[in-house]
T-cell receptor, first 115, second 114 residues
């Protein structure tokens, strides 16, 4: 069965520090999709990125970057030069092609960025 | 730009009471979902629907019911509320399904059963 583990429950950094949020997943499917969502204090989850299992290229979007490594079943998320507005709970999620619509979420990592 | 709208935002129920959480989307999405989020836990799928008239169970369906009579609406029914159902409930929708594209989430309903 698919499973997502976010071992870091809470992380606190000072503004402008770089921070990496870890995500490790388990799946037996060869075709799967990985996601990151952000949940700011307002509560609504916001989509950040989607990656399929055949695309291991790292992605960068502004201060955000993602490192996908199938060899270690990890999909880590790095925020460069963190800002207070980055404070939120971040969820990693996995969806298998064979289990469409059953997206499994990790427990989330609460990031606090202090000024 | 309403997106996914959930009502109510907060609700307190007594054990054994019933209620319906409302969810509506205006993006003409076929797929709709209900998740619950418990403290320190990720979201767990309760029920989902791939179109009007079609629903299916997710990971944690016990104690809940859903219906999908229109594309826009996907209400979640709690028949006999129990303390274990205290949670934050999120409705979500997508055009192509949870695998093929991102989900759009509502702002959540915080439910307490006392």
């Amino acid at each position: 069965a698919q499973k997502v583990t976010q071992a870091q429950t809470e992380i606190s950094v000072v503004e402008k520090e770089d921070v990496t949020l870890d995500c490790v997943y388990e799946t037996r499917d060869t075709t799967y999709y990985l996601f990151w969502y952000k949940q700011p204090p307002s509560g609504e989850l916001v989509f950040l990125i989607r990656r399929n299992s055949f695309d291991e290229q790292n992605e960068i979007s502004g201060r955000y970057s993602w490192n996908f490594q199938k060899s270690t079943s990890s999909f880590n998320f790095t925020i460069t030069a963190s800002q207070v507005v980055d404070s939120a709970v971040y969820f990693c999620a996995l969806s298998e092609a064979e289990a469409n619509n059953d997206m499994r979420f990790g427990a989330g990592t609460r990031l606090t960025v202090k000024p | 730009n309403a997106g996914v709208t959930q009502t109510p935002k907060f609700r307190i129920l007594k054990i054994g009471q019933s209620m319906t959480l409302q969810c509506a989307q205006d993006m003409n999405h076929n797929y709709m979902y209900w998740y619950r989020q418990d403290p320190g836990m990720g979201l767990k799928l309760i029920y989902y629907s791939v179109g009007a008239g079609i629903t299916d169970k997710g990971e944690v369906p016990n104690g809940y019911n859903v219906s999908r009579s229109t594309t826009e609406d996907f209400p979640l029914r709690l028949e006999l509320a129990a303390p274990s159902q205290t949670s934050v409930y999120f409705c979500a929708s997508s055009s192509l399904g949870a695998t093929n594209e991102k989900l759009f989430f509502g702002s959540g309903t915080q439910l307490s059963v006392l």
